[in-house]
């Protein structure tokens, strides 16, 4: 492909994955509830109302869309897990970040304030994969540490969904329950 084309290409792709994490994560927060309360599917959609859970709704799209961009990308760009891993990274870290400090000033969450950040995290992430993507099409990049910090994400998700550590990012402030198997 032509560089031109490459770039376009990216944008493309990455304008498509902020649409589908934004919808798909959306839609992941009521599935846990769908599935009447499936282990499996609590794995990866929410099972309760904590900040910890709720970052399943950027992570586990990101990730899933990720795969069908890297079909696209994997001759033309160098870096692309790299990007990912710092896509998901950041995109957890902005909502961690934006919720504990808005409501920490403010005394207390609000839904609407949450699912726009929800929002401007995802733009943010895929306009920062954007960018490094494209710095990707220079330098050749290991896939080898990003692979892992994925995977690390990814299996802390499993463990804490069962297993989740007594501090305020992993309990429900509506239940005042920690994990799946408190929320059953």
Not at 33 to 58: D, Q, R, Y
Not at 135 to 147: D, F, N
Not at 150 to 156: F, H, M
Request: glycine share 6%; charged share 15%.
């Amino acid at each position: 492909m032509e560089e031109g084309a490459v770039t376009k290409t990216i944008r493309r792709l990455e304008i498509s994955g902020a649409a589908f994490v934004i919808v798909t994560g959306t839609l992941l927060h009521f599935v846990y509830e769908w599935s009447g309360s499936n282990s499996f599917v609590g794995v990866f959609s929410p099972i309760n109302e904590s900040v910890w859970e709720h970052l399943k709704l950027a992570f586990f799209p990101i990730l899933f869309f990720a795969f069908i961009e890297y079909y696209f990308l994997r001759k033309e760009v160098h870096n692309f897990w790299f990007a990912k891993a710092m896509e998901c990274l950041l995109v957890m870290g902005i909502i961690v970040t934006f919720f504990y400090t808005y409501s920490g000033i403010i005394g207390r969450s609000i839904v609407v304030i949450d699912i726009l950040s929800f929002f401007a995290a995802v733009i943010v992430g895929q306009v920062t994969s954007y960018r490094l993507l494209l710095k990707g099409t220079e330098k050749k990049r290991s896939a080898i540490v990003p692979a892992i910090v994925l995977l690390l994400i990814a299996a802390s998700f499993i463990v804490f969904t069962f297993f989740p550590p007594h501090i305020p990012l992993f309990k429900d402030g509506q239940t005042n329950t920690y994990g799946i198997y408190e929320t059953r």
